[in-house]
């Protein structure tokens, strides 16, 4: 007599599972376990090489370093592990810039954070601190934010290909295309309407604190922005190459003199003779 479908997918359900429990191998252990993650210093040549030639792990810690201490005292910062690579870009002691703190505890904040070596993102943030912000303050409405155009990015200068690597491609640079302050308005730094005397004073203020200055006469390439960074030269060389510019004089054409008047002409005599 046929047994029912049940009955008989009963029966294959539990030849199955004594045949499992007959052999050495169990549905667990079919199923293959992720491979390990290789370690991070699996390769330490091929990583220092990566990381730069000047890499030295024994001094990778996590404690924070002078500069961050300092740093946190004057800005909101979160700390970074080194960048490494590709080719020569990266750097260490990196932190992520959010906003500079006043002395009053007023942040100005940092749109988008920047990512720089904690060196220039204390001497950036001292300079919103000590002199861009008075000033602006000036104008009647305080500064509350920094517009960042760029900071770090692997990359040649002005991205040029072939050309030598930027300063950004270290974290060691920063450009700075506006000012927003607390009433709405958004001041270019590169505005030849903007106040002249504030961008006289943010021009030598900057020329003093950075090593290089760069904006509009510098290049075509910043035009729209000003590019400070603090790259060591010999001798101490710095370079400011920022033309401060005033709006275009609009030229009156000169208005063409009109012709004197034509003096006036006796009226001609009239004949009242009458003519047959």
């Not at 050495?24 to 290789?38: E, K, Q, S, T």
């Not at 920047?114 to 220039?120: F, G, P, S």
């Not at 491609?169 to 505005?191: K, M, N, P, Q, S």
């Not at 604190?209 to 922005?225: I, K, Y």
């Amino acid at each position: 007599m046929p047994q029912p479908p049940q009955i008989r997918a009963s029966m294959r359900l539990l030849t199955a599972l004594v045949w499992l429990a007959g052999t050495d191998c169990g549905i667990a252990g079919d199923v293959p376990l992720p491979r390990p993650r290789p370690p991070l210093w699996s390769e330490p040549q091929s990583f220092r090489e990566a990381a730069g030639p000047d890499f030295d792990s024994a001094s990778v810690s996590a404690n924070a370093t002078d500069c961050n201490q300092r740093l946190a005292e004057v800005a909101a910062i979160v700390p970074m592990p080194r960048l490494i690579g590709p080719d020569a870009c990266g750097g260490s002691d990196m932190v992520e810039l959010d906003a500079v703190r006043l002395p009053d505890s007023r942040r100005i904040a940092v749109e988008p954070s920047a990512l720089l070596n904690c060196a220039m993102a204390e001497s950036f943030a001292n300079w919103v601190r000590d002199e861009v912000t008075p000033r602006v303050a000036k104008l009647g409405s305080p500064l509350r934010a920094v517009e960042n155009y760029d900071s770090y990015e692997c990359r040649s200068r002005n991205r040029i290909p072939g050309a030598r690597l930027s300063d950004h491609a270290h974290g060691d640079a920063i450009d700075v295309r506006a000012f927003h302050l607390a009433d709405g308005r958004r001041l270019e730094l590169t505005d030849v309407t903007v106040d002249k005397s504030l961008r006289e004073a943010l021009r030598e203020t900057a020329c003093h604190r950075f090593t290089t200055v760069l904006g509009p006469g510098a290049d075509s390439h910043h035009n729209g922005h000003i590019h400070v960074d603090l790259i060591e030269r010999r001798n101490g060389y710095r370079m400011c190459q920022w033309d401060v510019r005033e709006p275009p004089v609009t030229e009156v054409a000169d208005r063409v003199p009109l012709p004197m008047p034509r003096p006036a002409t006796a009226d001609a005599p009239v004949n009242h003779e009458r003519k047959l």
